[in-house]
Antibody, heavy 120, light 111 residues
Framework: QVQLVQSGAEVKKPGASVKVSCKTS????????ISWVRQAPGQGLEWMGW????????NYAQKLQGRVTITTDTATSTANMELRSLRSDDTAVYYC?????????????WGQGTLVTVSS | QSALTQPPSASGSPGQSVTISCTGT?????????VSWYQQYPGKAPKIIIY???KRPSGVPDRFSGSRSGNTASLTVSGLQAEDEADYYC???????????FGGGTKLTVL
């Protein structure tokens, strides 16, 4: 069965970086897109960016440009999201999600979420 | 890219129907068929319930239906059940710069 399993919770200080991983299984990794979506406490969903596991093409939300990098490791069927220069308003649950095309917004499987807390 | 506009809350009694709106622009909701809806319970990951405006994934009850008129997409939940109490989010491909945009979310309460 399709599974997306994310790395564990993180606590970081302002200005630091965090890397969250999303290990996939149960499907052909390179046939799909992985997107990252975050949710601040009590708030809605915010799309962060996507990457094609096939060719590495990627796109990021404008507000995060320059601070976020999404990568894939096809050998381990894992996607990674790194966010730099962390601020308190980056405190959120971060999700990875799968879609077949980069524009179809058909996120059919999600990771369990990773809580990232930014606090001094 | 601005978030899509959803009402913050909606409610209905068991057995009734409720419709949640999602208003965007001709660049996102009104510009193509890539609009989806997600159901989210507290502390859980979202689950897709509608894609391509009105299509239902396998296993999603037909009580959930999607539609669109102009720049506004809608999710209708018919025959409300207690288990439908959750947060609902719309999502759309936004076209410009290959972006994706979510709605602010609607908390559905079953009275």
């Amino acid at each position: 069965q399709v599974q997306l399993v994310q790395s564990g919770a993180e606590v970081k200080k302002p200005g630091a970086s965090v890397k969250v991983s999303c290990k996939t299984s149960g499907y052909t990794f390179t046939n799909y897109i992985i997107s990252w979506v975050r949710q601040a406490p009590g708030q809605g969903l915010e799309w962060m960016g996507w990457i094609s596991a096939y060719n590495g093409n990627r796109n990021y939300a404008q507000k995060l440009q320059g601070r976020v990098t999404i990568t894939t490791d096809t050998a381990t069927s894992t996607a990674n999201m790194e966010l730099r220069s962390l601020r308190s308003d980056d405190t959120a649950v971060y999700y990875c999600a799968r879609s077949f095309n980069w524009n179809d917004v058909q996120f059919d499987y999600w990771g369990q979420g990773t809580l990232v807390t930014v606090s001094s | 890219q601005s978030a899509l506009t959803q009402p913050p809350s909606a409610s209905g009694s068991p057995g009734q129907s409720v419709t949640i709106s999602c208003t965007g622009t001709s660049s996102d909701v009104g510009g193509h068929n890539f609009v989806s809806w997600y159901q989210q319970y507290p502390g859980k990951a979202p689950k897709i319930i509608i894609y391509e405006v009105y299509k239902r994934p396998s296993g999603v009850p037909d009580r959930f239906s999607g539609s669109r008129s102009g720049n506004t997409a809608s999710l209708t939940v018919s025959g409300l059940q207690a288990e439908d109490e959750a947060d609902y989010y719309c999502c759309s491909y936004a076209g410009s710069n290959n972006n994706v945009v979510f709605g602010g979310g609607t908390k559905l309460t079953v009275l």
